[in-house]
């Protein structure tokens, strides 16, 4: 069982994609899991073939935990990845979602939904009358983000800054740049948000890392973690991989994408576990400032509030004073403010 975050101890087994005698190649999804935040699906860490699946779908193991064997060339390896079932299960991802929580096998339910596809009515069905008033999952989730929040604060010295950015300039540019695309071609401002603090990571990369062990690591790649929040009321933060060397439009394109796969419990595993820095934005909900909590183990969280009718926007700052200080984090958000008055270079 993979460790998808540091509050992660055990994970359920969801579903597998492949069967025993099946030949897999490196990044290819195998499983699915959850991780009491929502499903993950999980890629292989290498090739071979699969042997013997030592969990089944519904068991809930620790992190760490073998859960299939995998041979490759001469010999036998332990694959600490997650196995399936005989054949690919159909299930909607609110029906999957449910059956975690009331720890139901799926490979034991007929799906009376198209294609046999397996429909919330059809877990409902096959539970008990006790487990259907239950909101087991949900209340999980709360609980898997009071304790990581909890940690976060009790064990990372948090700082905060705070500097407002005048936007004109971007938003004008953003304007103009839309006019001349059609519309599914056209970004929001927050992609240019996402794009400026790149940028400025490139020049303070001490903010794009973890702190594991007592000893800061810094990620030689920008995973840009987006907070997601989700229809049951959890929060996810997953990340649009390798975001350093996307463009404006790709950045708008995945984000879409990410968002709209958390909330259908369609991640992949590095999306959650490879987050190396992470960007609130609540100024759609008409916040004006949001000083975030770190998500360990990394040391930074940059947040935006709304924008004002002057066109400015409040950015924030929650660092880990054990890596950077004030004074190369009023350095890192000025230059996020100074790379968003030249919008036409990102």
Not at 50 to 64: A, M, N, Q, W, Y
Not at 78 to 105: G, H, V, Y
Not at 145 to 158: Q, W
Request: aromatic share 6%; hydrophobic share 40%.
């Amino acid at each position: 069982m993979p460790s998808l975050g540091t509050e992660m101890t055990h994970g359920t087994l969801l579903e597998w994609l492949v069967k025993v005698g099946d030949k897999i190649k490196p990044h290819e999804i195998i499983a699915v899991i959850d991780t009491d935040k929502t499903a993950i699906e999980i890629e292989s860490f290498g090739e071979g073939i699969i042997e013997k699946f030592l969990v089944r779908p519904g068991e809930k193991v620790p992190v760490g935990t073998v859960m299939a064997l995998v041979s490759g060339g001469q010999e036998t390896i332990e694959k600490k990845a997650i196995p399936q079932t005989s054949k690919k299960i159909k299930i909607t991802p609110r029906a999957r979602k449910i059956a975690s929580a009331l720890n139901i096998d799926i490979s034991k339910i007929n799906g009376t939904g198209f294609d046999d596809g397996i429909t919330e009515k059809d877990i409902r069905k096959a539970s008990t009358p006790l487990a259907l008033g239950k909101e087991d999952h949900a209340q999980s989730m709360k609980e898997v983000i009071a304790a990581a929040t909890e940690k976060s604060k009790r064990e990372i010295p948090h700082y905060y800054l705070s500097c407002e950015i005048n936007l004109s300039n971007a938003l004008n540019w953003l304007e103009n740049y839309n006019n001349t695309h059609s519309v599914t071609e056209r970004i929001l401002y927050i992609a240019l948000l996402i794009k400026a603090v790149v940028h400025a990571l490139k020049k303070f990369p001490e903010f794009n890392g973890f702190y594991i062990n007592d000893e800061y690591k810094p990620s030689p790649k920008i995973h840009m973690g987006i907070a997601v929040s989700l229809r049951d009321g959890g929060l996810i933060a997953p990340a649009i991989l390798n975001t350093e060397q996307q463009s404006l439009a790709e950045i708008m394109s995945n984000m879409i994408d990410l968002v709209s796969r958390a909330r259908a419990g369609k991640l992949k595993g590095a999306e959650i576990s490879d987050s190396s820095i992470t960007i609130t934005n609540l100024g759609e909900l008409g916040v004006n400032s949001v000083f975030g909590i770190i998500y360990p183990p990394q040391v930074a969280l940059v947040g935006f509030g709304k924008i004002t009718t002057n066109k400015t926007i409040t950015a924030t700052l929650s660092a880990d004073h054990r890596v950077t200080n004030g004074l190369t984090g009023s350095h890192f958000l000025s230059t996020i403010d100074k790379i968003l008055q030249e919008p036409e270079k990102l």
